[in-house]
């Protein structure tokens, strides 16, 4: 049975940091891409990362480039995204996502496994 599990968020003031992870079961983490969504209230879902198979592409939203960081231990079968600098405008439902593809997509469809989400505030 395939499984995600997101886990790190919680309530941090701007310019903070958060690290969430995103651990994963009942399929190997490293013949696939991963990638990382988010939505905030009344807002559509936002692709915001993405990390190929070997890790050798990421792909960052503009919104959070240079800010954010995706990276993924096969060993432990965990995909993390670090989040530095955050600002009250990341708020939102994170989630992580199993692509069906080992390169990255922007697209949600590409994804066939998601988690249940982990919920980011950043306010003051």
């Known amino acids: 049975q395939v499984q995600l599990v997101e886990s790190g968020g919680g309530l941090v003031q701007p310019g903070g940091s958060l690290r969430l992870s995103c651990a994963a079961s009942?399929?190997?983490?490293?013949?696939?891409?991963i990638g990382w969504f988010r939505q905030a209230p009344g807002k559509e879902r936002e692709g915001v990362a993405c990390?190929?198979?070997?890790?050798?592409?990421?792909y960052y939203a503009d919104s959070v480039k240079g800010r954010f960081t995706i990276s993924r231990d096969n060993a432990k079968n965990t995909a993390y995204l670090q989040m530095n600098s955050l600002k009250p405008e990341d708020t939102a439902v994170y989630y992580c996502?199993?692509?069906?593809?080992?390169?990255?997509?922007?697209?949600?469809?590409?994804?066939?496994?998601w988690g249940q989400g982990t919920q980011v505030t950043v306010s003051s």
């Open positions: 009942g399929f190997t983490l490293d013949y696939y891409a």
């Open positions: 996502a199993k692509s069906a593809y080992s390169g990255c997509s922007g697209s949600g469809y590409a994804y066939d496994y």
């Open positions: 990390i190929s198979r070997s890790s050798s592409t990421t």
